[in-house]
């Protein structure tokens, strides 16, 4: 008995080592694989061994290729890393990679060990017992995929390139044939060809691989289109070309933390005309925020101006004679390099140079005086306020009235600092999940969230190691040398001078929580396999002055019990003066937004569907009014000192830049209230007033007579509520209403007269 625990304890000691690393243990096992690729040896986030062969994204595909990879004895494969490198080739030159791999391995049967076919010698090494060799289970896989999820061509070209063919079996290919609509046509090695597609999204294209013996396989990959209709760079003085997306680069080069010189930046933006005259003369901007992977073009930047049932704030204020110019930050290959740029998420200071270029545009080309409406949502605010101010302090007139901030991060934003560290360690740790190390690539580790996010896990690393926390670094920490220092810059710049400053937050203003601190987010296990498992555990950061595990990763083996293969974990403290930022008010992520970044990776699919709540605070209510405070619960009230000269807060936490019936009256009521909109359209000296606030009727007071006046109430989403016709009079007028309290427009049109008036009520 005392053999057999103290074998179980070197076994353990043995798979704590090697685990997720060469897989030693499986060393003397090589000899009696078929193929050299045991895939007992990489945690199989992609089940391989039940392969998804249907409408395989590009995601899909790189897993699968990343764990064969790794479990070749033979180091056949190129590392992952030259993959990608090879399909940053195919967006720099305008073409889809596509990837052929060709592969067969082994995986230990179920019942090796328990039968002990398979066995533990002394020097902790699996091996093969009285002769046994019927011990692997044999799998295929024959998969052609992409290894660029996204195309902005509805007649994109595909290249199969031959350094992507990997094939380490003996069937040999005949041919490969794709489908585009009815018709089937060959591919040639290296030689490229284009698909056709009618529809946006995901588009599946059906695959043939015909081989030498006879064979053939039916699969699919997928692959997402965004198509629009695109125009050139605007040069010069080229006029604004509606529904047109239109390239424009910046004239000002900005050089960002840890960058060796300056660079100028790119974005497209496209206009959306009113629909009262069609005439570029009222600009309202909108500037998109934090888009990892341009995952938003102009047209979704436009849809996050939808509120309520159908109803878009764009097209309120477009029917009010006003124009939206939408701003995007695409990826993009930075001029005379191979560097590509991930706009949506490059640093504030360069893309806040692009909406400079822009606002100068603008006004070049805009037709009268009316001055600009600029909104900023989510980090388009601070993208905004950082352009605007800049204009200022370098006399480029900004030509602006209005600068609206949509729920943006002015004192920072928060990723709760147990999913990163969860994130970035299954993503460069042992697992090396590809759609996680998109996420931490993509997301924590860009620019953009180094300079916003107020506790980043590179604060909290081990030096020299990319995944493992210092357990001596818990308080919040930004990301070293780019939070602090954006901080600083932003406040030293403040706010805009020229500009009436407001504000919309989806954070709650009465210290409404999102969850409770310390909660436990996640305690779950996720079995792979009959073999393998993961136990995964995450708590919200806890209560102010308490120290709290966030983050526990354990990938356990299963050889006569289970024990933990391998493990991370980080612990948490909050300040003195707060609890944690995970449960603060504030604007809320919501979380199903990572089963869309998941796409078909069960692993993360699976995460997301056994999360005990849905939501973090984002955007803390405080950081969206830039209020100071060393307690990110404090309520928002009329003590709170903020730098906006009015604001929208709602008393319950909303998702991240979500309208709604009260902040579209709020936005409507400071975008329509500028000096023309309560004066006369005609050119007479009459003067009209009416009595504001408004209770229980309208009164109404003209020195001249209105004769024949029909009187018309509307509210800022523009239905007509009440209806008065064929009123005679000079002098007063009253007329009892009943409405809500609010903000209205009153038009009074006598002959050739309109008079537009904006009515508070108050009752």
Avoid at 14 to 31: A, N, T, V, Y
Avoid at 197 to 203: A, L, P, T
Avoid at 488 to 500: C, D, Y
Avoid at 502 to 520: E, K, L, R
Wanted: proline share 4%; no cysteine; charged share 15%.
């Amino acid at each position: 008995m005392m053999k057999t625990k103290f074998t179980f304890f070197l076994l353990l000691l043995s798979f704590g080592i090697s685990f997720g690393q060469e897989q030693k243990i499986f060393d003397l096992l090589k000899p009696y694989s078929e193929t050299k690729i045991i895939y007992d040896r990489v945690y199989p986030v992609s089940n391989a061994t039940h392969l998804k062969t249907d409408q395989v994204s590009a995601n899909n595909f790189l897993q699968v290729y990343h764990e064969i990879q790794r479990a070749d004895y033979l180091q056949r494969f190129p590392k992952l890393e030259v993959v990608q490198s090879l399909s940053n080739d195919g967006f720099i030159n305008n073409y889809i990679p596509l990837s052929l791999l060709i592969a067969d391995f082994d995986n230990l049967k179920a019942n090796a060990l328990e039968t002990r076919k398979v066995v533990l010698n002394s020097d902790n090494q699996l091996e093969l017992r009285d002769g046994s060799k019927d011990v692997f289970d044999l799998y295929q896989i024959n998969l052609l995929g992409t290894t660029l999820g996204k195309t902005k061509d509805n007649q994109p070209t595909f290249i199969l390139k031959s350094n992507l063919i990997f094939n380490t079996t003996k069937r040999a290919i005949s041919f490969i044939e794709v489908k585009e609509e009815n018709t089937w046509r060959i591919i040639t090695v290296d030689q490229p060809f284009k698909l056709n597609f009618k529809e946006n999204g995901f588009n599946t294209v059906p695959y043939i691989i015909h081989f030498s013996d006879g064979t053939i396989i039916s699969q699919s990959f997928a692959i997402d289109v965004q198509y629009q209709k695109r125009n050139t760079e605007s040069k010069g003085n080229a006029a604004f070309q509606p529904n047109i997306v239109t390239s424009i680069s910046s004239t000002i080069p900005y050089k960002g933390y840890g960058e060796t010189a300056s660079f100028l930046g790119k974005g497209e933006y496209e206009v959306f005309l009113d629909t009262v005259n069609g005439v570029l003369d009222k600009p309202i901007i909108l500037v998109d925020g934090f888009d990892p992977g341009d995952t938003r073009n102009t047209s979704a930047i436009y849809q996050l101006l939808n509120y309520g049932t159908n109803q878009n704030l764009g097209a309120v204020i477009r029917a009010q004679g006003y124009d939206v110019i939408v701003l995007n930050f695409p990826t993009y290959t930075r001029d005379a390099s191979t560097t590509i740029i991930d706009g949506g998420v490059d640093y504030i200071q360069r893309n806040a140079m692009i909406l400079v270029e822009l606002m100068k545009k603008i006004n070049a080309e805009k037709v009268g005086t009316e001055k600009n409406v600029l909104i900023g949502p989510s980090m388009g605010g601070l993208i905004s306020r950082y352009a605007l101010r800049y204009m200022e302090q370098y006399n480029l007139n900004p030509d602006t009235r209005l600068y609206l901030s949509f729920d943006a991060p002015h004192l920072g934003a928060n990723v709760p600092i147990g999913f990163q560290h969860l994130f970035n360690y299954m993503g460069f740790g042992p697992l090396g999940d590809v759609t996680l190390q998109g996420i931490v690539n993509g997301m924590l580790k860009s620019p953009a969230a180094r300079e916003m996010l107020l506790d980043h896990f590179e604060a909290h690393l081990k030096p020299g190691d990319a995944v493992e926390f210092d357990t001596t670094k818990t308080l919040p920490a930004g990301a070293p040398n780019y939070r602090t220092p954006f901080q600083t810059e932003l406040n030293a710049m403040g706010f805009p001078v020229s500009t009436r400053n407001v504000a919309i937050s989806n954070g709650a203003g009465n210290g409404t929580m999102t969850g409770t601190p310390g909660m436990v987010v996640m305690d779950h296990t996720f079995n792979n396999s009959s073999t393998q498992r993961a136990i995964i555990k995450v708590n919200y950061t806890p209560l102010k002055n308490q120290t709290l595990e966030v983050s526990n990763f354990k990938a356990q083996q299963w050889i006569f019990f289970w024990f933990t293969a391998y493990s991370s974990a980080a612990s948490s403290k909050s300040t003195t003066t707060s609890d944690g930022l995970d449960t603060a008010p504030g604007g809320r992520f919501n979380l199903n937004q990572f089963a869309a970044a998941a796409g078909s990776n069960p692993l993360l699919t699976e995460f997301v569907n056994n999360l005990t709540i849905k939501y973090f605070n984002f955007i803390p209510a405080l950081s969206s009014l830039a209020i100071n405070s060393s307690n990110y619960y404090s309520p928002v009230n009329t003590s709170s000192v903020t730098p906006f000269a009015a604001y929208s807060v709602p008393t319950v936490n909303e998702d991240h830049v979500t309208l709604n019936s009260q902040n579209v009256q709020f936005a409507l009521n400071e975008i329509l209230n500028s000096s023309t909109l309560s004066t006369s359209e005609n050119a007479t000296n009459h003067q009209v007033w009416i009595e504001n606030p408004v209770k229980y009727s309208l009164k109404i007071k003209s020195n001249y007579l209105l004769k024949n006046a029909q009187i018309s109430i509307n509210d800022y989403l523009g239905r007509r509520i009440f209806t008065a016709k064929s009123q005679d009079f000079s002098g007063n007028l009253e007329l009892p209403i009943s409405l809500s309290n609010g903000a209205y427009l009153v038009t009074i049109i006598s002959g050739k007269d309109k008079i537009v008036k904006k009515i508070v009520v108050n009752n």
